[in-house]
């Protein structure tokens, strides 16, 4: 009964006059019939027909018939809500994500790779009414998912991220975010945004990373770059066993944050550095709040007036009421 409701409540009130009705009837009921004084009434049988039994049912009648016009005056309605949420400010995002192998290396748990999938794959749920589009780059850079609305696709795309050998390995900043930018350039979005994500320093590709950010700030597009890693050393592959698997070592963090800082300031975004998990998942969160979508929220009502049932119910009885007390019960009072 969540969605029933009376327009106009306030009728209800009027159930106070039905108990007094009732008290009337109870005082007065012997004064509804004729009545004859007779000394003694020893010589007549005492018996009541059906029908005078039964004519108390008349203000029975006449009680519901009152009880449901005051019903109908409060209008009882059921109400139907549809919400509607209409994107007014919708943002387009593209992440540029470093596969090389640095991003193998285990200074965030299990791995820096890992770590940005999980970080990333909440990022996307908690941006429900935005396009993203996926880049992954590492000497050369592609599209793995194009900007969709479709977050399931988004998501599984995420967790397919991997190390192996399909891109050259290297660090090629400029290509990733190029071929980012160009995911974007022919958006009709209001606000398009890059997150650039890079663990190392640019050192493969054939676009250099300011010729990629100039052409971003030419579309106006905003660049958030994210280095990820700790402060000194890492234990980071850097080469293969005989068994094909990976060895690891400690090594030098090396993150070119003058270039990244470059990079955002040119295109009015934000360097974030991400040296833990905890770290990481913050930055996320903040661009998250930066990056805000107006959504403005559409309720529908549609009203089925109930009242009409309960002024025909009221209607019958009262027919019923004056038809029997003009014909079975004429000679009552």
């Known amino acids: 009964m969540g969605n029933f409701s009376f327009l106009n409540p306030e009728f209800l009130w009027l159930f106070i006059l039905i108990p007094i009705a ?4 109870l005082l007065k009921r012997n004064q509804q019939s004729a009545t004859l004084k007779m000394s003694s009434t020893a010589g007549f049988q005492n018996s009541e027909s059906l029908l005078v039994k039964l004519r108390p049912c008349l203000y029975v009648f006449r009680i519901l018939a009152l009880s449901s016009l005051i019903i109908a005056l409060a209008r009882p309605r059921t109400v139907d809500i549809s919400n509607q949420t209409k994107t007014t400010k919708g943002i387009d995002i593209v992440m540029a994500i470093d596969v090389s192998g640095s991003m193998l290396a285990k200074d965030l748990k299990p791995n820096r ?8 794959g909440d990022f996307v749920e908690e941006r429900p009414n935005d396009r993203i589009g996926l880049v992954l780059y590492a000497s050369e850079a592609y599209t793995k998912t194009p900007v969709t609305s479709d977050k399931a696709i988004i998501l599984e795309a995420i967790k397919g991220i991997k190390y192996d050998t399909v ?8 290509m990733g975010l190029a071929t980012a930018v160009n995911r974007l350039k022919d958006s009709k979005a209001k606000s398009r945004v890059i997150i650039l994500m890079t663990d190392g320093v640019n050192n493969a590709g054939f676009i250099e990373p300011e010729t990629a950010a100039d052409i971003a700030k030419q579309y106006g597009i905003k660049v958030y770059t ?5 402060n000194g050393m890492a234990e980071s592959p850097y080469q293969y066993a ?3 698997s990976l060895m690891f070592k400690m090594q030098k963090v090396e993150i070119d944050e ?13 360097y974030f ?10 930055i996320y969160n903040a661009i998250n709040k930066l990056e805000t979508t107006e959504i403005q929220e559409l309720k529908f009502y549609d009203y089925d007036e109930k009242y009409r049932a309960f002024v025909l119910f009221a209607g019958f009885l009262l027919l019923l009421e004056v038809g029997l007390r003009n014909t079975v019960y004429r000679s009552f009072i």
């Open 22 to 25: 009732i008290i009337w009837f």
């Open 113 to 120: 790779m890992e770590a940005l999938k999980r970080v990333a």
């Open 167 to 174: 891109l050259q390995d290297g660090t090629g900043i400029g």
């Open 226 to 230: 994210i280095g990820i890693g700790t």
């Open 242 to 244: 005989p068994n094909g």
């Open 258 to 270: 003058k270039l990244m800082k470059n990079i955002a300031r040119k295109t009015d975004g934000t």
């Open 273 to 282: 550095r991400a040296t833990s998990n905890d770290k990481l998942a913050e």
